[in-house]
Nanobody, 124 residues
Framework: QVQLAESGGGLVQAGGSLRLSCAAS????????MGWFRQAPGKEREFVAG????????SYADSVKGRFTISRDNGLNTVYLQMNNLKPEDTAVYSC?????????????????WGQGTQVTVSS
């Protein structure tokens, strides 16, 4: 089974930055789409960003466009989420997800593999 492990969460002041990492197991993820989701207390899990592994094509939620950047390192099988200009409303548990396919989807059920999540807290 595919294994995903997030890291890099923590506490940061508004306006600050964090970089999340998602280490993915497997020999190759060339046929996968990777995504980042987040879930704040009392809210549904929401799509943040996605990337097609093979091409590097990305997609972002409107709420994070211009502030967050998703990328991947082919050699390390690692996906990153660079988060800049963080806001208190970004506070959530951030989870890495993967799906076998060629399309970026924005709904959690479309992803079959999930990491354990990492907490991001942004103070005002």
């Amino acid at each position: 089974q595919v294994q995903l492990a997030e890291s890099g969460g923590g506490l940061v002041q508004a306006g600050g930055s964090l970089r999340l990492s998602c280490a993915a197991s497997g020999r190759t993820f060339s046929n996968y789409v990777m995504g980042w989701f987040r879930q704040a207390p009392g809210k549904e899990r929401e799509f943040v960003a996605g990337i097609i592994w093979s091409s590097g094509t990305t997609s972002y939620a409107d709420s994070v466009k211009g502030r967050f950047t998703i990328s991947r390192d082919n050699g390390l099988n690692t996906v990153y989420l660079q988060m800049n200009n963080l806001k208190p409303e970004d506070t959530a548990v951030y989870s890495c997800a993967a799906r076998l396919g060629i399309l970026i989807k924005n709904k959690p059920p479309d992803y079959g593999y999930w990491g354990q999540g990492t907490q991001v807290t942004v103070s005002s």
